[in-house]
């Protein structure tokens, strides 16, 4: 007769067993650790990533404004953030007098109607250097689908957040880095579908980005 009596899990499954339990009643995104070991995915290609990158080089969440970030190709040829839109990016001047007035001449004009894309990327940069991420994202979007040439010449103050002065590529890739260069990542954008009162996942990714010698890869997750 078989023996009926509970038995000791081996160590082996000691943590399967574990993880069957906890599904039922944790949240899925608490086991994002145990379920990717349990059940790996297989990893994109550098060029398969790439393929369906923005710009070549970067991947946001599946947001709102998606579609739009979608238009950047790796061929886009930026159109570059005009020293005015530049300036609250530097050391001391998101708040400064002349950002807020730049800020409130460009947002007039955009109420209006007449807002120019110099406008809409003042109010998104001023918004990044204010560390305000989805009004920065929501300004850059508002250039649309088909002006993907402003966004590449903006995107990369963003994410992965480089310094002013750094040369933007085409599809907004940022050029090569200094050494010692500082990063001032935003906030990834919301994904689609998540209510702004309810806290989120955000995750990017960027890869082939030059510092100095070297090149690197990088990844931001935000929980916000």
Known sequence: MA?????????????????ASLSATLPAALLIGPAVALAPQDEPTREEWAARAIGGWLTLPEDPHGRVFAALGPDTQPAPASLRALAALAPGAAWSDTSLAAWGDSLQRVTRGEGTADDLTTLALLATAQRRAD???????RHGAGAPEPIAGALAYLLPGVPVGTPI?????????PNGALLRPLAPPRPAGQPDWQIA????????????AAEFDGKVVVES
């Open 169 to 177: 590529g085409a599809g907004g890739r940022p050029g090569p880095l």
């Open 3 to 19: 023996d009926m009596r509970p038995q000791s899990p081996r160590p082996a499954s000691l943590l399967a067993s574990l993880l």
């Open 201 to 212: 996942w955000r995750n990017a990714e960027f890869r082939g980005l030059v510092v100095g």
């Open 135 to 141: 009004d920065a994202w929501r300004w850059l979007a």
